[in-house]
């Protein structure tokens, strides 16, 4: 798996200098999450070079798209720790909260940053339409991310609450996202956004292409927002 990692690193041409130790950190994080995996489910991923493929370089191909050196990163839903995770490792400056709803994941990502000997990196159980309230976390971090499968409109409302203004949600999708983009260009302007670029990349050794969807904070949010997560269900922005 380390080997892998590291010919895919350098395929993808980014501008940020890697880390020596990163692909190692990297493959001991993916042995740590297939052994768990086979008593708590992480991953439906459970080949080795798949994870190192469409786990570790898929989270990597970000560091193409923004500076993340001495700046906070917010991983909304980040289940077992995707893309924060691997990005803290790959941008060891980078400050990172991982926010999941389950605390049994949320008590595995701390062991494992532990086992990593990873600091500044918090895993904090946490519903993110309740802490997108809370002050703390409020309008805090240069970047927010997410990997989900929800609705862009939905991981809209519960991730650019945590931003900045001047910061960028960074939206991990599929390349036939258009029409999902189209539908929550309302939802991204009513909650201070704007859609900076999508961009398509190939994952390194594979036929695989994913989207980043860039979207720019630019204003403040009305306090009602994020809404319920019921509410946000039931009636999209």
Not at 187 to 206: K, S, W
């Amino acid at each position: 798996m380390e080997a892998l990692i590291r010919t895919g690193l350098s395929q993808l041409n980014q501008s940020h200098p890697i880390p020596e130790n990163a692909p190692a950190l990297l493959s001991r994080y993916g042995e740590l999450l297939l052994q768990k995996n086979q008593v708590m489910n992480l991953t439906a991923i459970t080949d080795p070079r798949d994870v190192a493929t469409l786990h570790m370089l898929d989270c990597a191909a970000l560091l193409n798209y923004a500076d993340f050196d001495g700046k906070s990163l917010i991983d909304v839903g980040t289940g077992a720790g995707f893309p924060g995770l691997p990005l803290k490792i790959l941008a060891p400056t980078l400050h990172v909260t991982l926010l999941d709803s389950l605390n049994k994941r949320v008590d595995w990502l701390a062991e494992i940053c532990e086992a990593l000997n990873l600091n500044s990196i918090q895993a904090i159980h946490a519903r993110a339409e309740e802490a997108g309230h809370e002050p703390i976390f409020r309008e805090q971090f240069d970047f927010a991310t997410a990997r989900a499968v929800a609705d862009l409109r939905l991981l809209c409302e519960l991730c650019l609450p945590f931003v900045k203004v001047g910061g960028r949600f960074l939206a991990m999708k599929s390349t036939d996202s258009d029409d999902e983009l189209n539908s929550a260009l309302p939802a991204i302007r009513t909650l201070g956004g704007e859609v900076e670029r999508c961009v398509d990349y190939t994952i390194p050794h594979t036929n695989v292409t994913h989207r980043v969807i860039l979207i720019q904070k630019n204003t403040t949010i009305p306090g009602k927002y994020p809404r319920r997560w019921t509410k946000m269900q039931k009636v999209p922005l």
